[in-house]
């Protein structure tokens, strides 16, 4: 059963839900969700990565499950782990019993299985969203910070929805899951990853998305001062940055505009305010300069 019924559906119920999709990220969706695809998005921070998956939860009514990655993430943490300590609580109980006389010694096959059963698992998000009865968006945020062999663990899980746990069997999805891989490009993916995903590269938005953006996310904004912070952030991305202004920083610019009732700026208004903007002192001093010989 498929989710969406065409590929302007998605961009709408996407806007709906305060996400300002292009035909791009719309099509990308439709396809991930009728090929039972997984979709790797990969750009610069800040440019709605993270929200397109939080976005695609909501405007389905499914459960967002999110595996936020980093270095030495392993399969304990991703996947599932025995629960130890609960085990060995079982244990000593069953070696209790049998003290008191209430077991005729123990039967360790059967403790065996009984330990190494259901209750004893604990769920990681991987096998979380596999296991799940009702509709999920599995999240793997920020995908390019694992190391290569956790990044082959997920293989299993994306190309065959399921999960092989050896004192169990293996756990087979009832319902593929839509999954959202995210990546900040801070190394390369493997090719075999990479091959099982549809990619979809989020670059900063045209001037026109931007705008949309700004005026979905900061309600309270005129069309003219979204239309100024908008331009006057492209401008500042053309510029030789150390770290160029996201979609993040401009929607916390547009915001404290508003909130100093700022009705219009232009490039000479906006140097007091660029510390929201950017993030390194040595970005701040260049930005103004280029604004101030823009403005004369
Ligand atoms: N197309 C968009 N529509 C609505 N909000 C967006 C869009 N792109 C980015 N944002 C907003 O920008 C901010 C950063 O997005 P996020 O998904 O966290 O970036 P990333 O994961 O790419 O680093 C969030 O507040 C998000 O809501
Ligand atoms: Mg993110």
């Known amino acids: 059963m498929s989710r969406f019924e065409t590929i302007p559906s998605v961009a709408q119920g996407l806007g709906d839900v305060g996400y300002v999709a292009d035909e791009g990220i719309a099509g990308v969706v439709f396809l ?10 990969e750009g610069p921070a800040g440019t709605g990565k993270t929200q397109l998956a939080k976005s695609v939860a909501e405007l389905t009514g499914s459960r967002l499950i999110r595996l936020q990655c980093y270095e030495g993430l392993d399969e304990s943490k991703a996947l599932y782990e025995w629960n ?119 670059d900063y938005p045209t001037l026109e998305r931007e705008r949309e953006i700004v005026r979905a996310k900061v309600p309270d904004i005129t069309g003219e001062l979204a239309d100024q912070v908008a331009r006057i952030v492209r401008s ?18 547009a915001r404290t505009l508003v909130v100093l009732g700022v009705e219009s700026i232009d490039a000479a208004g906006a140097r007091d305010t660029l510390h929201v903007l950017l993030k390194y002192q040595s970005d701040i001093e260049r930005a103004a300069r280029e604004l101030l010989a823009a403005h004369a």
């Open 236 to 253: 500042l991305r053309s510029l030789e940055l150390r770290k160029a202004p996201s979609v993040s920083e401009t929607l916390d610019w």
């Open 32 to 41: 991930a969700d009728r090929l039972e695809k997984p979709v790797l998005v």
């Open 84 to 202: 130890y300590r609960k085990q060995l609580l079982r244990i000593q109980a069953e070696q209790v019993a049998e003290a008191g006389g209430a077991a005729a010694g123990t039967d360790w096959h059967a403790l065996e299985a009984d330990i190494f059963s259901e209750q004893f698992l604990l769920t990681r998000p991987l096998l979380e969203a596999i296991r799940a009865d009702e509709p999920v968006v599995l999240l793997v945020d920020e995908v390019d910070r694992v190391e290569l062999e956790t990044e082959a663990l997920l293989l299993e899980v994306l190309s065959e929805y399921q999960v092989s746990i050896p004192e169990l069997g293996t756990v087979r999805a009832t319902q593929v899951p839509m999954v959202f891989l995210t990546s900040n490009n801070t190394r390369e993916l493997s090719e075999a990853l990479k091959r099982r995903c549809l990619y979809l590269h989020l």
